[in-house]
């Protein structure tokens, strides 16, 4: 006797795409049978042409609190990521208050996210000058790894490493890291302007290939673990691949805006366009996707970096002194679909880089799949539907999106998290904590 089965003609497992029946008992995936297989079972679901998809991981979202919750809090972060089919978020160390950058900051946080929490929730570390001393005993506490910035973080309680401080930082801990890569001595200064191109001008590509280059030999020095966070500029791929070759340990991400929207198409003022590193030309997006087709870039992770509407200064659509980040937790999956699709991509290919491929990133191996043993964490996805996006109708704090009124593809129907529908009622989200082997 089982405690659920789900029924799917479209179950996307690591074998691919099949019609399967999963049962789950305890929380937990235990059986992954053809669909029509007789299971006793206390409830059974048939979705049929329904998708059923292992919950996405996504490994970069800011929440922000403690300390700037009206941004964003762990109620109002995990609802949305629950409703767009996200059962597991890691955390990043920055923009709350106290910054995860010492063990007892996260216990602060910890306390905070404590009984709020609607899936999932991780831990990202941060490395800032002067406490490289702390990293041991931090990611002893269970964070995935570290943070880094090599250029202005926008807060000042998390300041940027130069190169000799990342190598300090690589020296004083085994972990994985995770940069931001925008080297500040190739970023100008962005002049008042509501116009995208004034802001994009500011942070050309060479920022980018400059951050990566100087990430990537301090790793090789160190032979340290390397992640690069929000890849925009495509020119930054063959210094990624070398290094691969070379057998330096990088791998690298993007983001559902880099690989959907175009710089030409942002409307004068449209600050909730504004990000960093920012949103590039079509002829770099399409260098993304073919480096997410060839594996180069191996996850697509959101970035949901939210701020009150105030701050994105729609009031005079100054991209200079607007707030950079874009809130797309809940709607990464149908934005990233909804490309995929008209470029030839499958169901399978999106389950790769949302939720396998990060979930290996930090090493859940009991996320992002549909097998036996890994947490039933799953996704009823109508991936034929479309849908108009209403901000009303997003969960995020402040619904402040660049996607209002784009038609995407693909409606998530129903979020399960350890086989228990998720309602937006009494939190059933856990503290990930990094296995300490
Ligand atoms: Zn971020």
Redesign the pocket.
Known sequence: MVDLVLRSRRAVTPDGERPAAVSVRGGRIVAVGAYEASVDAAEVVDLGELALLPGLVDT?V?VNEPGRTEWEGFATATRAAAAGGVTAIVD?PLNSLPPTVTADALVVKKDAAAGKIHVDVGFWGGAIPGNAADLPALHAAGVYGFKAFLADSGVPEFPPLDAGQLAEAFAAVPALFVV?AEDADHLHAAVPSSAYADFLASRPPHAEHAAVATAIEAARAAGARLHI??LSAAGALPLIAAARADGVRVTAETCPHYLTLDAAEIPAGATEFKCCPPIRDAANRDELWSALAEGLITCVVS?H?PCTPDLKRRDTGDFAAAWG?IASVQLGLPVVWTAARARGHSLADVVAWMAHRPADLVGLEGKGRIAVGADADLVAFDPDATFVVDPARLHHRNPVTPYAGKTLTGVVRTTWLRGRAVTGDAPQGRFLIREVS
Do not use: I, P, R
């Open positions: 970069h800011h990043m931001h966070l929000h970035d970096s980040g």
